[in-house]
């Protein structure tokens, strides 16, 4: 395939409801849409960058800026044989594995487009029901998180994830378990935490938490050893898991029991397959993680979680949790089982409504090989 044509677009979508972590709160977001095309065939990617850099040190700015600089240049007018060698066209390019990702993931949906095939094939998976969980953020009130749970709850996910953060810890936890009794919950930190907090952090360990996920600094694997080697709650990592090199060390230091895989995070497919083969062949489970993605990012998300690895529920939902609209039509949905269908088609199966993304779109350019 040769890549005829990149587009970028800059769009906001304001959010159903705010979302707030340990490192802040937002009520939109604001992100990167790549289109790229050949032969007549179009290919999408999300860049799950933020505005701010909290999460990571990447931003909705640096992406474009990284993408239309250096990333489009490196890819037009060039012939691939398949999308997992996209990223040898942009070794020298260090990090910035957010901008990366979106187009690496575009021209993975945009090689499957062409071959007629759903994405999830390319990838090596097939097509399934996904698990579906939901990630809940830090909440005004107690009383607020116990009515948001059950109201998950009774649209039937699978698992109740809560963001928590020193001082809103021990307590919300607790309120869950008085209520909801043993059901699939776990904890996600953000990166909130130093090893100093073991134990405020052991405290949990009595209530039975699938895992607690990312307690310590994003580029830490040797204190999350130490942590891990403290308490009996199972570590998840997702900030630390950059790529395969990250994966493999975190595994072989035991500073994690599980890992949270989310593309856009790792620099695309092709290093996300590398940490799925890793973690699957040390026995370390997965599940996918979520970025408040559009439909566009989220359908990739759903393909890439066909593969067998992905053994726990992710924070993969329903669009209506998020955007109403949704970029695209018809939204993705939760079954009444707490599971998710593919979108069907070729490729991600889904692209946006021509007439929602112009509305949401606030500046778009486009390059020509
Ligand atoms: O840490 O998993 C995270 C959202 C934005 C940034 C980081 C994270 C999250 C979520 C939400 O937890 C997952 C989702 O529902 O998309
Ligand atoms: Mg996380």
């Given amino acids: 395939m040769r890549i005829a044509d990149v587009r970028l677009f800059d769009v906001r979508l304001p959010l159903v409801r705010p979302f707030e ?37 990447e931003t909705t700015s640096t992406a474009w ?45 945009l090689q499957a487009r062409l071959e007629h095939r759903p994405l999830c094939e390319l990838l090596g998976g097939a097509p399934r029901p996904i698990a579906a969980g939901v990630s809940i953020g830090i909440q005004p009130s107690l009383e607020a998180l116990v009515d948001r749970v059950a109201s998950e709850l009774a649209d039937g996910y699978r698992r109740i994830k809560i963001k928590i953060k020193p001082g809103w810890d021990r307590r919300p936890v607790e309120a869950l378990r008085e209520r909801f009794g043993g059901v699939p919950l776990m904890v996600d930190a953000n990166a909130a935490y130093t090893i100093e907090d073991a134990p405020t952090l052991s405290a949990l360990d009595a209530f039975d938490l699938m895992m607690i996920e990312q307690p310590l600094d994003y580029d830490d694997l040797v204190d999350h050893a130490r942590l891990q080697a403290a308490i009996q709650t199972p570590i998840c990592l997702d900030e630390s898991i950059t790529g395969p090199k990250a994966a493999t060390d975190a595994i072989g230091l035991g500073a994690c029991r599980v890992i949270n895989v989310k593309p856009g995070r790792m620099g695309g497919f092709a290093p996300s397959l590398a940490v799925h083969d890793i973690a699957v062949a040390r026995g370390v489970p997965l599940w996918h993680g979520g970025m408040l993605e ?17 053994t726990l529920p992710g924070d993969v939902a329903a669009s209506r949790r998020y955007f109403v609209p949704d970029l695209i039509d018809p939204p993705i949905d939760v079954r009444p089982d707490g599971f998710i269908d593919l979108p069907r088609g070729w490729g991600i199966g889904v692209e946006p409504v021509p007439s929602r993304l112009q509305e949401a779109t606030r500046r778009t350019e486009r390059y020509r090989a």
């Fill in 294 to 310: 559009s439909g566009i990012g989220r359908a990739h998300n759903l393909h890439l979680s066909t593969l067998p690895g992905f």
């Fill in 21 to 57: 972590t340990s490192f802040g709160r937002i009520d939109a977001r604001e992100f990167v849409l790549v289109a790229v095309e050949s032969a007549g065939a179009t290919g999408w990617g999300e860049c799950v960058a933020d505005v701010d850099p909290y999460y990571s040190e």
């Fill in 65 to 109: 800026d990284t993408l239309s600089r250096h990333l489009a240049p490196a890819v037009l007018g060039r012939s691939l044989d398949h999308a997992r060698d996209v990223s040898a066209l942009w070794t020298r390019v260090r990090g910035h594995r957010m901008a990366k990702a979106a187009l690496e993931m575009a021209i993975w949906d």
